[in-house]
């Protein structure tokens, strides 16, 4: 039997500069696990909740409190719920508000040479977390970059350094390994 491959593009909504990746993951990955791979490949802490919107339908971790009336998404592989050039919405951080937009790019045959999920391409660093979502982002871009900006010394000792590096997809290969 061939073990499918899902080429998804993410793309984080709303900031700039982009910040985009592309991974490889087997077909059959329960909507958790995909989760994770968001997680790692853009660079978020996994510290909030999260969600996917795929053609009208919820999916997330099960709410104990009940007020996400999402589907559960280890109940729900990758496979079952989209298909190439599907298109997807998933949110992290109810309180920031970071909405991703995923494409299915391809469906393709594993190379059974290669261990995945894998990143094979991407851009731009991830927003530091609880930073006040895509708005709150564009502030701090400014702030940080701006000596005379009112915000720039506290932020600064805040986050530290967030030039952004070149991206290197191995690196975020090197993370979506403990995945596997």
């Given at each position: 039997?061939t073990r499918?491959i899902?080429a998804?593009?993410?793309e984080?909504?709303d900031v700039?500069?982009?910040?985009w990746?592309r991974?490889?993951?087997?077909?059959?990955?329960?909507?958790?696990r995909?989760?994770r791979?968001?997680?790692?490949?853009?660079?978020?802490?996994?510290?909030?909740?999260?969600?996917?919107?795929?053609?009208?339908?919820?999916?997330?971790?099960p709410?104990?409190?009940?007020?996400?009336?999402?589907?559960?998404?280890l109940d729900?592989?990758l496979d079952?719920?989209?298909?190439?050039?599907t298109?997807?919405g998933?949110?992290?951080?109810?309180?920031?508000?970071?909405?991703?937009?995923?494409?299915?790019?391809?469906?393709?045959?594993?190379?059974?040479?290669?261990?995945?999920?894998?990143?094979?391409?991407?851009?731009?660093?991830c927003?530091?977390?609880?930073?006040?979502?895509?708005?709150?982002?564009a502030?701090?871009v400014?702030?940080?970059?701006?000596?005379?900006?009112?915000?720039?010394?506290?932020?600064?000792?805040?986050?530290?350094?967030?030039?952004?590096?070149?991206?290197?997809?191995?690196?975020?290969?090197?993370?979506?390994?403990?995945?596997?």
């Amino acid at each position: 039997m061939t073990r499918h491959i899902y080429a998804l593009r993410i793309e984080l909504s709303d900031v700039t500069p982009p910040v985009w990746r592309r991974v490889l993951v087997p077909a059959g990955y329960t909507l958790d696990r995909v989760h994770r791979v968001i997680q790692y490949a853009v660079g978020w802490q996994d510290c909030h909740l999260h969600s996917f919107d795929i053609d009208g339908v919820t999916y997330g971790a099960p709410d104990p409190d009940g007020l996400l009336d999402a589907a559960d998404e280890l109940d729900h592989r990758l496979d079952a719920v989209a298909g190439k050039d599907t298109r997807f919405g998933y949110t992290y951080d109810f309180g920031d508000w970071w909405e991703h937009e995923i494409t299915v790019e391809d469906v393709v045959a594993a190379d059974p040479a290669q261990r995945y999920p894998v990143c094979v391409d991407g851009a731009g660093q991830c927003p530091p977390e609880d930073i006040g979502g895509a708005s709150g982002y564009a502030e701090f871009v400014a702030a940080v970059a701006d000596p005379a900006h009112p915000r720039h010394a506290e932020l600064r000792e805040w986050v530290g350094d967030h030039e952004p590096p070149s991206f290197d997809p191995s690196r975020v290969t090197t993370l979506l390994r403990r995945l596997t």
